[in-house]
């Protein structure tokens, strides 16, 4: 492309420097409107009368005429590069189309697919380490079994946090110290909750022992069978007779007499003797 020049303007009272157009074929028309066209800028015309307005358009058909030549020198000038532009672009487009189609996009395809490929491996490979730290971080449900706390607890004492867990090393030490933690504890309240159920349930058995053995007695007193009536005894004419309190007093002391002479069985039934005894005494004093 022809280096920019400068001129000064032919003729005319526009004589300043003119630029001109690195288009050679631009440069004959630019002069001419230097010459001819630019001094009419400011001019003033007298359009409410008949000569201005001819002078007007006159010169404006002037114009018109000198940005028609440029426009066409525009066109034929720009019409062969434009050619060759096309042509570039149509021969660039045929020697890419076939690399782009049957080489660049067949690799672009097969890194696509091993990136991708890469990419689940190392999803699955992080998932993994998250699995173990999972299992690390589990906690028993409410209400859990000591044993399975214990069981629970020693698995986590036994994770060693090394190489294998990568990237998350920290995360998995902060899950197995809490993991550490709150085993402990459950461990402890699950303990002291058994201990306290286990002595609940010895002092129920002891209860139910109780009243098993209690019925027993109960029912093999009551298999007892009764004495035979006792033969009214006539009592001498001179024989005292003892008052009602007297006779009561006689009977806890021979049942005091008796609890030693009998079985564990029937000391129970001289007991329930004696408190009936002692009731019905103590309604006669009253």
């Known amino acids: 492309m022809p280096k ?11 004589t300043e420097t003119v630029a001109l157009s690195r288009i050679p074929a631009f440069q004959p028309i630019e002069l001419e409107i230097v010459r001819d066209i630019l001094p009419l800028k400011g001019r003033q015309y ?9 002078e007007a358009k006159a010169d404006l058909k002037t114009i018109t005429s000198y940005l028609t030549r440029l426009e066409q020198a525009r066109k034929v000038t720009k019409d062969e590069p434009f050619r060759l532009c096309q042509l570039i672009d149509s021969e660039a487009k045929r020697i ?6 049957e080489i660049k996009e067949p690799l672009r395809a097969a890194i696509k697919d091993e990136e991708g490929r890469l990419a689940k491996i190392e999803a699955a490979r992080v998932e993994a380490i998250r699995q173990r730290i999972a299992v690390i971080s589990r906690r028993p449900a409410w ?10 607890l020693n698995y986590a004492e036994t994770v060693e946090i090394d190489a294998a867990f990568a990237e998350l090393q920290d995360e998995a030490t902060v899950a197995k110290a809490e993991a550490l933690r709150d085993l402990r504890q459950m461990l402890q309240t699950a303990e002291q909750v058994e201990r306290q159920q286990a002595d609940l349930a010895r002092q129920q058995e002891e209860l139910r022992a109780g009243h098993a053995r209690l019925r027993e007695q109960q029912d093999q007193a009551a298999a007892i069978p009764a ?3 006792a033969v009214a005894v006539r009592p001498a004419p001179c024989a005292v007779v003892p008052t009602p309190d007297e006779a009561l007093r006689e009977i806890l002391d021979v049942c005091d007499e008796l609890t030693f002479a009998v079985d564990d069985d029937a000391q129970e039934l001289i007991a329930r003797i004696r408190d009936l005894t002692s009731l019905v ?4 004093t009253t």
Request: glycine content about 6%; cysteine-free.
């Open 281 to 284: 005494l103590r309604t006669l």
């Open 227 to 229: 004495p035979a009536p």
């Open 4 to 14: 920019k020049q400068t001129t000064a303007a032919p003729q005319g009272e526009h």
């Open 143 to 152: 209400g859990a079994k000591a044993a399975d706390i214990r069981t629970m």
């Open 46 to 54: 007298e359009l409410t009368t008949e000569t201005g307005m001819v």
């Open 96 to 101: 890419s189309a076939p690399v782009e189609e």
